[in-house]
C-alpha cells in the first residue's frame, strides 16, 4: 500500500505488518508502532482538524502529550471519544477517527469565514459583544456553544470498563526517558518498591526519537537492557501508556493508565483505563522538556512543526513529515534536526538561526550535507494556506525587534520546522507545590524549592546532556530510595557516557518575531495571537491570571503545555519588564484530560452508590413495592396492587393501618445500645427532656438539638436495665448521631461512664399497626402478658415472638395500637413472612413510607428533615412540652438567645385548604394576600401535604410566621402562579387525644 | 412456643450455592461465603488494668491490645477495634465474659446478625482488594493475622488478612449485596471462582 511519505527504512514500527485504518471515511494503512499522527503522515495527510475560534486549517505540531492541533474523535457509537490527540492514539488495525470542529467537511469548512471577520473576534470577545439584553443570554450561549468548543460527546453510552486502584510505593518515578530510567534502576537496586510511569507506548522518552549513542552503542540498547531488570526485578512496577496526571496534598498523585486504547476493543472483563490513585514515599520527576514554538506570521500553517518532532517523525516513525523542510532555531536544536531530516532523504534547503552568529560545529557538520545556514535571520511568514508551499526569511534587526534590508526572500518548502528553546515540564512539580525559578539562559523556568518529597531530574531541571541526565536520575533514584530506608548493598550499577556534542552556544531568546502581516500564533488550540495578548495588555490588565483568563491563553485541554512560556515573553514584552516580573499562572490538576469514565470507575449503575437492604428486601421486590432511598437505604414507598396508582395504594394502605392491621419493614431505624451507670445521665444531657425518672421496661420519645439549639434528630429510647438503654434514631441520621454521642463522651464528658454500640444492623424491625394489632400479637406471642394493663403504651417487653427471641416496643409512629418487634436481622424475613400469614384474616396490608408518612401527619407527628431543616426548635415546632426547664441539656442556652426566643418565628402549624380536594406542592410559599404576583413577601412554607382518606379531604402541615397564635386564620398558599386561600389551624388533625395509640 | 430461628443469609438472593465450584483453576479471585457466627461488641478501658485482666480472665486468653492485631484461639478472633472496643467472632464466651467483667465498667453487646464475612483469596487477591481500599495491603501492619477497620469502596469493612493471599471481609449486613457485588466486579478482570466457605 503506498505510503508516500514513509521513509524506505528505519524507526521503530513493525514494517512486516499493515494495519488498516480511516481517517474521516478515507481508508489508509500504517504499521505497528505507528501512532494515528505518524501513519497519517505516512500517507501524505497533513490537514487534521480546525481551530477552535477561526476555524484555520491546521496540522500537527508535535509528536508527543503537546500536540494542541491534532484533536480528532477517535471510534464510533458509544466508544467515541473526542479530543483524543493524534500524536497519542496508537494505531491499530479498522481505527476510524474523524476530524473535529469542522462543517461540512474538513477540507471545505463554512466557519473559516470567521476567520474572514477577524476584527469581530478580539480577545475577550464575548465579554464584549454577548452582553445585552440578559434576555438573550441564553441565546448568545447557543450561538459561542455551536461556534467554538471541541468536539462532540457520544450521545451513546459507553460500553467499557473502568477502573480505580489505589498503590503504594517508596519512590514514584514519573517518566521513563533517560534519567527516569536511571533513576529507576538506581532506585529498585536498593529494594525499595519503585512504579515507574510513562505516558508513552513504550519507555525511553527522548531516546526514543533521537538517535543518540551511550558507551559507543544506540542509546536505546541500552534503555532496553534497564527495562529488562526492571521487569524482571520483583520490587518495580513498570506502568507504560499512564499519565500521571495530578500530584496533590502528603505526595498523593492520580495517574491514568489507558489499559486497552491501544486496541481495538478491550479484551472480555478488560477495563479500557485505570485510575491510580498512589501514595509514594518519594516522587522522581523525569518529565523531560517540551520545545517551544517561535511567533511569528502564520506559524499555523500546516507543515510548521517542532523541530523535535520532525526528527521523532523521521527518527521513531520512519515517516518524512515534508519533501523540503527548511528549519528556523534560537538555540541549537535545529542543527541536529536538520541532519536527521536530511539522512531521511527529506531535502532541507536552509536552516535560518535567529542568533547573530551560527553554531560553527553544527555548521561544519551541515556544510558537508549542503545544507545552507542562515544567521542572523528570522522566518517572518510562510506562504500556502493549506498547507506550507514556502517561507520569507528575513534580517533580524541588532535588537531583534524589526527587518532590516528588506521584506527579505522566499524559499520554497512543504515543511517547516522551528525550536524556539526548550521549557522544562514542570506542571506536576508546580502542582506540588514546589517554587519555579525563572532561569535566563534557557529562557524558561526551572524547579526551585521543593515543598514534598519530590526530586526532579533531567531536561525537567532544566539538563539536556545526556550523560549528566543519566548521572542526575541515578543519584536522585537512589537519593530517593535512601530517604525511604532503602539502601543498596554493595556498588551501583555503571553510569554510561554519551558521545560528544559540540558545546552548546547561547540561545537567542525571542518571544516574538517581527515581520509579516499574518497571524501569530501564542496558543493554537485555544486561538489566542499575540495581538490578543497585546490588547489585553492595553486593556489594562497586568496580571498574568488575569491576562489568561481574558484571553484564555493557555486554558485548553493542552494545558498551555506549548504556549505558556512564549505568552509570559509577549507579556512581559508589552508591559516592558521582565519575565520573572510578570511571574506565571497556576498550574492545576489534571495535567492531561482525564475521562469521565476513568473517573467513574466501577462506581456506575447499580454500584454508584451502595444500596443498604433490609432482610425483607427481596420479599418487597417480589411482591411489587416501589422503592424510595433513605439515606442508603432503600424502603418500601408504597406496594401498588395491580391497576392502582399511587395515591389509590396509599389510600389503601393508610385505610388498612386505621381500620384493621398494616404492617411495615423498620428495620432501617438507627438503633444504639448505650449501657454504663452513667448512661442516664448521658442521655439527660444529650435530649431535651428527662430521662433519670424512665422506669426500667419503658420507653421515652426524646428530641435531640444541635448546640445552635435546633432539632437535629429525635426517636424513642428504651430503658432495657438500669444502666442500659436502647436508642432509636432517624434512619438517615443513624451514623451521625452515634458519632455525635461519641464525640461528647469522649471529648467533652470523659468522666461519665457509658459506652454507645451501634446494633442498628444487628435487629431487623417489624412494625404491626391497627385496632387488630393486639389480636395478632395474641396469636404469635404467649409468654408476654399483651394486656393494656400489664404492657401499656410506652413500654417493650422481652418475649417469644412466631417463635424468635424478640424485644417488642409497644410504641406507635402512625397513631394507632401498634407493636414494634425486633428480632435479630437473620430472622427478619422469617418473622415478615410469618406476620403476614398470620394477619391474612384481618386483612394485614403491607406499608410503606409514603402511608407512614400520612398517618403520622393525621396524628401531627413531626419529621425531623421535613418538618425541620436544621433552623427549627423545639419551640416553633410547638414541642415546649418536651423541653425541660429543670436540667441542662445540649442546646439549652441557645434556646434563649433573642432570636430564637422571638415570638414572630415560623412556627409550625396545620393547614386546611378552602378546596378540600386541593393538595398543595410541598415547599410552597405561603402568603398573606390573595395576590401571588411577585414581589410579594413570605410568611413561611408548607412542609408535608398529603390526602388523607380518613379525613376525606386533603392537609397540609407548614411553618408559618408567629403561626402559633394564629390558628383560625386564612392564609394563602402561592403556586404556580396561583394562591390558594387555606385556614390556619393546630398541626393535628385526627384523634386529637391519642386514645388510640394508648388502647 | 418453642425457638424457632431460620436465618437467612444477606446474600441469598444471589444464589452462591449454586454458583460453587470445587475447582476454582486459574481464576485469579476465589470468593466465598463465610458461615455466620456468633459476634460479640466488647467494651472497655484498655488503659484500665483491672479491665484488662478481667478481660483475660473472661477470654481465657490475652485480648489484643495493639492496632490492627488480632487474637485467635480456639475458634474465637478477637479483633482489635480501638482502645476501647473489641469484636469477638466465633465461639463467644458470653456469659463467662458477662460474670468475670461484672465489676468493672464495660459494655457487652450481642452483634451476631450484624455482620457477615465473605472470603477473598487467589493469586490476584491484594490486586481485587488494592481496586476497593486505600491502605497499603503489602505493608507490615497487615501481615497474614492482622486485621483494619477500613473503606470497601464506599462502605465499611473489618479486614482480616488470613494469609499473604487471603483475607476474610466482614461487612454489614445491609451492604452485604453491596460488597460482594463490588468484589466480583473488581475481580472480574481476573477470573472469579466461588468456592465453598467452609462449614
Not at chain 1, 503522515?41 to 503537546?66: I, M, T
Not at chain 1, 435479630?824 to 400469614?837: D, S
Request: net charge negative; aromatic share 8%.
Amino acid at each position: 500500500m503506498a505510503q508516500p511519505f514513509r521513509t524506505a527504512e528505519g524507526g521503530r514500527i513493525d514494517r512486516s505488518r499493515s494495519l488498516a485504518f480511516t481517517f474521516d471515511g478515507r481508508e489508509m494503512r500504517g504499521h505497528p508502532g505507528d501512532t494515528l499522527a505518524s501513519a497519517l503522515l505516512a500517507n501524505g495527510n497533513r490537514l487534521v482538524g480546525r481551530s477552535f475560534k477561526y476555524h484555520r486549517p491546521r496540522g500537527l505540531l508535535a509528536a508527543g502529550g503537546e500536540e494542541p492541533n491534532g484533536l480528532v474523535r477517535l471510534r464510533r457509537g458509544g466508544r467515541a471519544e473526542p479530543n483524543v490527540r493524534a500524536t497519542l492514539a496508537e494505531l491499530y488495525d479498522g481505527l476510524t477517527a474523524e476530524s473535529q470542529n469542522r462543517w461540512p467537511s474538513l477540507n471545505f469548512d463554512l466557519g473559516a469565514v470567521t476567520g474572514l471577520a477577524t476584527p469581530l473576534f478580539p480577545a475577550g470577545f464575548y465579554y464584549k459583544t454577548f452582553m445585552w439584553p440578559p434576555a438573550w443570554w441564553p441565546a448568545y450561549e447557543g450561538v459561542i456553544r455551536r461556534m467554538a468548543g471541541l468536539g462532540r460527546a457520544p450521545a451513546a453510552a459507553d460500553p467499557d470498563r473502568y477502573d480505580h486502584r489505589h498503590d503504594h510505593c517508596d519512590v514514584l518515578v514519573v517518566g521513563g526517558g533517560p534519567a527516569g530510567l536511571a533513576a529507576a534502576q538506581w532506585a529498585a537496586r536498593t529494594g525499595a518498591r519503585v512504579i515507574l510511569a510513562d505516558e508513552g507506548s513504550e519507555f525511553g522518552g527522548s531516546l526514543l526519537s533521537g538517535n543518540e549513542s551511550l558507551d559507543g552503542k544506540p542509546a536505546m540498547a541500552w534503555a532496553e537492557r534497564i527495562l529488562a531488570e526492571l521487569a524482571a526485578a520483583g520490587n518495580v512496577h513498570l506502568l507504560p501508556r499512564t499519565t500521571v496526571s495530578g500530584y496533590y496534598d502528603h505526595n498523593y498523585l492520580g495517574m491514568l493508565e489507558r489499559v486497552a486504547d491501544h486496541l481495538a476493543e478491550p479484551a472480555d472483563n478488560q477495563p479500557r483505563q485505570r485510575l491510580w490513585k498512589v501514595r509514594a514515599g518519594q516522587v522522581v520527576l523525569a518529565t523531560g522538556a517540551l520545545e517551544r514554538p517561535l511567533v511569528f506570521a502564520d506559524n499555523d500553517r500546516p507543515g510548521v512543526m517542532l523541530a523535535s518532532a520532525a526528527q521523532s517523525y523521521v527518527n521513531r516513525y520512519g515517516v518524512r513529515p515534508g519533501d523540503r523542510a527548511v528549519l528556523v532555531g534560537n538555540n541549537d536544536s535545529a542543527y541536529p534536526a536538520a541532519l536527521d531530516l536530511a539522512a531521511a532523504g527529506v531535502r532541507v534547503a536552509a536552516l535560518v538561526d535567529l542568533r547573530p552568529e551560527a553554531h560553527l560545529d553544527w555548521l561544519a557538520r551541515l556544510d558537508e550535507q549542503g545544507i545552507e545556514v542562515m544567521a542572523g535571520r528570522a522566518v517572518t511568514g510562510v506562504e500556502g494556506r493549506d498547507g506550507v508551499r514556502g517561507v520569507r526569511i528575513a534580517k533580524l534587526s541588532d535588537d531583534g525587534k524589526g527587518i532590516v534590508g528588506g521584506v527579505g526572500r522566499e524559499v520554497e518548502c512543504d515543511l517547516l520546522c522551528m525550536s524556539g528553546g526548550w521549557t522544562p515540564s514542570l506542571h506536576l512539580f508546580s502542582q506540588s507545590g514546589g517554587k519555579l525559578l525563572w532561569d535566563e539562559g534557557l529562557a524558561s523556568f526551572r524547579p526551585g524549592e521543593a515543598v514534598q518529597a519530590v526530586r526532579v531530574v533531567g531536561a525537567a531541571a532544566g539538563r539536556f546532556d545526556l550523560t549528566a541526565c543519566l548521572a542526575a536520575g541515578a543519584e536522585a533514584g537512589n537519593a530517593a530510595a535512601n530517604d525511604s530506608g532503602h539502601r543498596r548493598r554493595g556498588r551501583g550499577p555503571r553510569r554510561p557516557t554519551a558521545e560528544e556534542m559540540p558545546p552548546p552556544l547561547a540561545a537567542r531568546p525571542m518571544f516574538l518575531i517581527p515581520g509579516g502581516r499574518g497571524k501569530r500564533f501564542v496558543d493554537f488550540q485555544e486561538d489566542v495571537t499575540a495581538a490578543d495578548l497585546q490588547l489585553a495588555v492595553r486593556e489594562g490588565y497586568r496580571s498574568v491570571e488575569h491576562v489568561k483568563r481574558y484571553t484564555t491563553a493557555g486554558m485548553g485541554t493542552d494545558q498551555g503545555r506549548t504556549t505558556n512560556v512564549n505568552a509570559l515573553g509577549v507579556v512581559a514584552q508589552e508591559l516592558d519588564v521582565s519575565v520573572p516580573e510578570v511571574g506565571h499562572t497556576t498550574f492545576r490538576p489534571p495535567f492531561s484530560p482525564v475521562t469521565f469514565g476513568a473517573l467513574a470507575g466501577r462506581q456506575v449503575g447499580e454500584l454508584l452508590d451502595p444500596l443498604r437492604r433490609t432482610p425483607m428486601h427481596g420479599w418487597h421486590q417480589a411482591n411489587g413495592a416501589v422503592f424510595e432511598p433513605v439515606g442508603q437505604w432503600l424502603r418500601p414507598y408504597y406496594y401498588p396492587a395491580p391497576g392502582e396508582d399511587m395515591q389509590a395504594a396509599v389510600n389503601r394502605e393508610v385505610k388498612a393501618a386505621r381500620h384493621s392491621l398494616a404492617v411495615m419493614d423498620a428495620t432501617t431505624l438507627g438503633k444504639i445500645d448505650i449501657q454504663g451507670p452513667d448512661a442516664a445521665e448521658f442521655l439527660n444531657r444529650v435530649y431535651t427532656n428527662g430521662w433519670k425518672a424512665l422506669k426500667v421496661g419503658s420507653c421515652r420519645y426524646g428530641l435531640m438539638l444541635g448546640e445552635e439549639g435546633m432539632v437535629m434528630d429525635d426517636g424513642v429510647t428504651a430503658r432495657l436495665g438500669e444502666g442500659h438503654f436502647h436508642m432509636t434514631t432517624t434512619t438517615g441520621n443513624a451514623a451521625s448521631v452515634l458519632a455525635w454521642l461519641e464525640n461528647w463522651s469522649q471529648t467533652e464528658w470523659p468522666e461519665l461512664r457509658v459506652y454507645c454500640n451501634s446494633c442498628t444492623e444487628h435487629w431487623a424491625v417489624v412494625s404491626i399497626s391497627g385496632p387488630n394489632a393486639r389480636k395478632l400479637m395474641a396469636e404469635l406471642c404467649d409468654d408476654v402478658d399483651l394486656s393494656p394493663e400489664a404492657f401499656p403504651f410506652m413500654t417493650w417487653r422481652q418475649g417469644t415472638v412466631a417463635g424468635l427471641p424478640a424485644r417488642i416496643f409497644r410504641v406507635s409512629f402512625t397513631g394507632e395500637l401498634s407493636y414494634e418487634i425486633n428480632v435479630p436481622a437473620g430472622c427478619g424475613l422469617n418473622l415478615w413472612q410469618t406476620v403476614l400469614a398470620a394477619g391474612e384474616k384481618y386483612g394485614i396490608t403491607p406499608f410503606g413510607t409514603e402511608a407512614m408518612h400520612v398517618l403520622r401527619a393525621e396524628v401531627g407527628f413531626i419529621i425531623v428533615g421535613q418538618e425541620t431543616d436544621g433552623t427549627v426548635t423545639p419551640l416553633d415546632l410547638g414541642m415546649d412540652w418536651i423541653v425541660s426547664r429543670k436540667k441542662d441539656f445540649l442546646g439549652k442556652r441557645s434556646l434563649s438567645r433573642s432570636d430564637t426566643a422571638r415570638d414572630d418565628r415560623p412556627q409550625l402549624v396545620g393547614l386546611l385548604t378552602e378546596d378540600p380536594n386541593l393538595r398543595v406542592p410541598e415547599g410552597a410559599q405561603l402568603i398573606p394576600g390573595s395576590d401571588p404576583r411577585p414581589p410579594v413577601a413570605s410568611q413561611g412554607h408548607v412542609t408535608s401535604s398529603y390526602e388523607s382518606p380518613n379525613l376525606g379531604r386533603t392537609f397540609a402541615m407548614g411553618l408559618l410566621q408567629g403561626g402559633g397564635e394564629r390558628h383560625g386564620e386564612v392564609v394563602h398558599v402561592a403556586f404556580d402562579g396561583r394562591a390558594a386561600p387555606a385556614t390556619v389551624t393546630a398541626p393535628r388533625f385526627f384523634d386529637p387525644e391519642g386514645s388510640r395509640a394508648r388502647g | 412456643m418453642a425457638e424457632r430461628r431460620i436465618r437467612h443469609s444477606p446474600l441469598a438472593h444471589l444464589h452462591l450455592a449454586a454458583r460453587v465450584v470445587v475447582d476454582p483453576g486459574d481464576a485469579g479471585a476465589r470468593m466465598s461465603e463465610r458461615p455466620p457466627r456468633a459476634q460479640l461488641a466488647v467494651r472497655g478501658d484498655s488503659g484500665d488494668k483491672a479491665f484488662v485482666a478481667a478481660f483475660k480472665a473472661g477470654l481465657g486468653f490475652s485480648p489484643p491490645l495493639a492496632a490492627n492485631t488480632v487474637v485467635t484461639h480456639d475458634g474465637l478472633a478477637v479483633f482489635w477495634l480501638g482502645p476501647s472496643e473489641w469484636l469477638l467472632v466465633g465461639e463467644v464466651p458470653g456469659e463467662q465474659l458477662a460474670a468475670a467483667l461484672a465489676d468493672r465498667h464495660h459494655a457487652l453487646v450481642d452483634v451476631s446478625d450484624s455482620r457477615i464475612a465473605i472470603g477473598l483469596s487467589g493469586p490476584r487477591a491484594r490486586d481485587v482488594l488494592a481496586k476497593l481500599c486505600p491502605l497499603d495491603l503489602a505493608a507490615p501492619a497487615l501481615a497474614p493475622g492482622r486485621c483494619a477497620g477500613t473503606i470497601l469502596a464506599r462502605g465499611h469493612m473489618l479486614l482480616h488478612v488470613l494469609a499473604e493471599d487471603s483475607y476474610d471481609i466482614h461487612v454489614h449486613r445491609s451492604f452485604a449485596d453491596y460488597a460482594w457485588r463490588m468484589l466480583e466486579d473488581a475481580a472480574l478482570e481476573y477470573g472469579v471462582a466461588v468456592i465453598d466457605g467452609g462449614g
